[in-house]
């Protein structure tokens, strides 16, 4: 109940925190950091809205 993508560095200033909203908190306190996971589009957002984008 108490998680917050804003406790995080990487987070804060991460630039699609808006679309993920820190991600999965269950994953977070399951991963061996205790860190928020990053979801794939943080890596290809640009390209996935292209895509969408020539495909509707």
């Given amino acids: 109940m108490d998680y917050s993508p804003y406790k995080f560095e990487k987070c804060r200033g991460c630039?699609?925190?808006?679309?993920?909203?820190?991600?999965?908190?269950?994953?977070?306190?399951?991963?061996?950091?205790?860190?928020?996971?990053?979801?794939?589009f943080k890596y290809n957002l640009e390209e996935m809205l292209a895509f969408n984008f020539r495909h509707q």
């Avoid at 999965?24 to 794939?40: D, G, H, L, T």
């Fill in 15 to 40: 630039n699609v925190l808006p679309l993920c909203g820190g991600g999965c908190a269950q994953q977070a306190f399951e991963s061996e950091e205790k860190q928020p996971v990053c979801r794939e």
